[in-house]
T-cell receptor
C-alpha cells in the first residue's frame, strides 16, 4: 500500500505570494489533517478534512485554507505569505471513522518565504 | 484547552544505554489517548507507541516503554538498549476521544535525541 505523499517537497516563495500544497492520503483513508511544524513550536494543527468537509480547525488566520476532493486528496492554500509562514507542512491521513485511528504522516513540504 | 509540554529540547544517550524522555499534559477529560511519535532526520514521522488513558498497564513495544502516571498527568518514554537508528525528534501527543464524529490531536514541541557511538 502506498504511503501518504505530499507535493512539492520544497518550495521557495516571496512575501505576498500565495502557495498551494497537495497531499494524497493512503488509499481508503477519508481523513486528512494538516500541521505546521516549526522549531520550538512543534506541530500545530491547521485543519482536518473528512469526506470533503472541514471537520476540525485550529487557530490559524484565514490566510490558511484547505479543501478536499472526492478522491480524498487534499490541498492547502496560504495566501499573502509572510516570513513567519516558513515551516515544514505535514499532512496526515487516517480512516477517520472509528474511535481509534492511527495517523500516517507524509514526508512534508518545506516552505521557505523570502 | 488541552496542552502538552516536553521540557527537554535535547537529550543525549550512549549507544546501548537507556534514556527517558519526559512529557506532561494538561486536560480536564478523563478518557483520551497519548502517543509518542518519532521523526528521523529528513524522514517521515512514525508512531512509536500509544497508551489509552483508561488502561492502567503501561504500554510496551519492544525496546520502547512508557511510564503513564494519570494522576500526575505524566507520560514518559523509555528507550532501552539505545541504537544509532533511534536518533530522531520525538514528539509526545494527546488525542481526544472520538466524540460527535471528530477528535483532535495536540502535540508537544519535541525532544531531539542524539545517540552517541
Amino acid at each position: 500500500k502506498a504511503g501518504v505523499t505530499q507535493t512539492p517537497r520544497y518550495l521557495i516563495k516571496t512575501r505576498g505570494q500565495q502557495v498551494t500544497l497537495s497531499c494524497s492520503p493512503i488509499s481508503g483513508h477519508r481523513s486528512v489533517s494538516w500541521y505546521q511544524q516549526t522549531p520550538g513550536q512543534g506541530l500545530q494543527f491547521l485543519f482536518e478534512y473528512f469526506s470533503e468537509t472541514q471537520r476540525n480547525k485550529g487557530n490559524f488566520p484565514g490566510r490558511f485554507s484547505g479543501r478536499q476532493f472526492s478522491n480524498s486528496r487534499s490541498e492547502m492554500n496560504v495566501s499573502t505569505l509572510e516570513l513567519g509562514d516558513s515551516a515544514l507542512y505535514l499532512c496526515a491521513s487516517s480512516p477517520g471513522t472509528s474511535e481509534y485511528n492511527e495517523q500516517f504522516f507524509g514526508p512534508g513540504t518545506r516552505l521557505t518565504v523570502l | 484547552a488541552q496542552t502538552v509540554t516536553q521540557s527537554q529540547p535535547e537529550m543525549s544517550v550512549q549507544e546501548a544505554e537507556t534514556v527517558t524522555l519526559s512529557c506532561t499534559y494538561d486536560t480536564s477529560e478523563s478518557d483520551y489517548y497519548l502517543f509518542w511519535y518519532k521523526q528521523p532526520p529528513s524522514r517521515q514521522m512514525i508512531l512509536v507507541i500509544r497508551q489509552e488513558a483508561y488502561k492502567q498497564q503501561n504500554a510496551t513495544e519492544n525496546r520502547f516503554s512508557v511510564n503513564f502516571q494519570k494522576a500526575a498527568k505524566s507520560f514518559s518514554l523509555k528507550i532501552s538498549d539505545s541504537q544509532l537508528g533511534d536518533a530522531a525528534m520525538y514528539f509526545c501527543a494527546y488525542r481526544t476521544l472520538y466524540t460527535s464524529g471528530t477528535y483532535k490531536y495536540i502535540f508537544g514541541t519535541g525532544t531531539r535525541l542524539k545517540v552517541l557511538a
